[in-house]
């Protein structure tokens, strides 16, 4: 369905659960029905209200005289030789954004992108070159995992064992849920965008994927990244409980954080911290600091030292991340000396650290470099 065909009708993709049944009382409609439409969307991966046969035909036309069911295909994809597989959606308005799928010995972990471009202007990040365009619809959202669920679906082949390496995700060795080499097993919002710049359609998005009638992902397997908005941190907490958090450090003093991360002038580092040690955690679960090693920037022993100190007393893991050079960027990925000094430092020390492998890094690999290798390919066209 195109986007003039669908007018002021309602995308129920943009409903948990809980909004599509008042959408439905709204009709008139039973309860149990929002349940019966609910699971054809997310579990028959129905297009259509023509396809829901348990559905009385006056319902089926009334539905289509109201609303649609939005889908998204993507408009290009590209194939690293470690398996991972990126793609560009095109939204309705012309806007793009990324997913990335990483395979890990039939535990594919999904990146997604929360919004179009980003506010937060990190240094680093290719994505915040763009600026934010808008934030994602929670159909936007839910739409780019029904989307690779499809693709693998039709590629059943793509479905390789790499390694057993989980840094890319925050992967819970407790959760029974079983492994599926043709399922996506995990979610995160590390995608492009600020999920917690978001929340009006990140947390419905997350309601749907962790809903029983819906994606049926365990909360356990859903992890959100953030670069560190400290209200909607709290309110993420008190309306999501039990998904995995990892929030995004990468320095260790509020000057050197500032530099490369603007937000830090709102909440700098103890506010922050602050902020994750109120954070509610469930049974053992862990918050996830994320440390992009920069050379010259923030990889040096005292760093480390530093890193130490600032989440002491903090259930936490760090996961070490080695800068990803992209064209433009003034910054440096670290030695591998730096790296495997920082690791030991920690490790030794009894942290729980993890140093990210570099994945894709013959593809597009950096989010937002594969949407900027096409505008660079229309901006050539067009001169």
């Not at 799928?101 to 980003?118: H, Y």
């Not at 009638?213 to 309110?235: H, K």
Request: proline share 5%; aromatic share 6%.
């Amino acid at each position: 369905m195109s986007f003039s065909d669908v007018g002021e009708k309602t995308d129920l993709k943009n409903l948990p659960l809980e909004g599509l049944e008042n959408y439905l009382r709204g009709m008139g409609k039973e309860r149990f029905r929002a349940m019966q439409i609910f699971k054809w969307i997310y579990q028959k991966s129905a297009e259509s209200f023509d396809e829901m046969t348990n559905l009385s035909k006056e319902l089926r036309a009334g539905l289509a005289d109201m609303a649609y069911i939005s889908t998204l295909e993507p408009s290009a994809i590209e194939v690293g030789s470690d398996g991972v597989r990126k793609y560009l959606f095109t939204l309705a308005d012309g806007n793009g954004v990324e997913a990335v799928l990483i395979p890990i010995e039939g535990r594919n972990t999904l990146c997604i992108s929360a919004q179009a471009g980003c506010a937060m202007g990190c240094a680093f990040c290719l994505t915040g070159t763009f600026g934010l365009t808008r934030n994602l619809k929670t159909s936007e959202i839910v739409n780019q995992i029904l989307a690779v669920k499809r693709d693998l679906k039709r590629n059943p082949a793509l479905q390789v064992e790499i390694s057993a390496d989980t840094s890319c995700c925050d992967i819970d060795e407790d959760d029974p849920s079983p492994a599926s080499p043709e399922s996506i097993r995990n979610i995160v919002f590390m995608g492009m965008g600020e999920p917690l710049n978001n929340l009006d359609n990140v947390i419905p998005a997350i309601k749907i994927m962790i809903d029983g009638n819906g994606l049926q992902f365990s909360n356990r397997r859903v992890t959100l990244s953030t670069c560190g908005l400290v209200p909607e941190m709290r309110r993420l907490g008190e309306e999501t409980p039990n998904i995995n958090l990892a929030v995004s450090l990468n320095a260790t003093t509020d000057e050197q954080r500032e530099k490369i991360m603007p937000v830090n002038r709102r909440y700098p580092l103890k506010m922050l911290l602050d902020a994750c040690r109120e954070f509610p955690l469930p049974g053992r679960r862990k918050i996830t600091f994320e440390y992009v090693l920069i050379r010259g920037m923030n990889d040096t022993l005292q760093d480390a030292k530093r890193l130490l100190l600032l989440t002491s007393g903090i259930p936490c893991k760090i996961n070490l991340i080695p800068f990803n050079e992209h064209e433009g960027s003034d910054f440096w990925a670290p030695s591998q000396e730096s790296i495997d000094a920082f690791h030991r430092y920690l490790i030794d020390r009894n942290v729980t650290v993890i140093t990210r492998d570099s994945r894709g890094g013959d593809i597009s690999a950096a989010c937002g470099q594969l949407k900027g290798k096409l505008l660079n390919h229309l901006e050539k066209d067009a001169g």
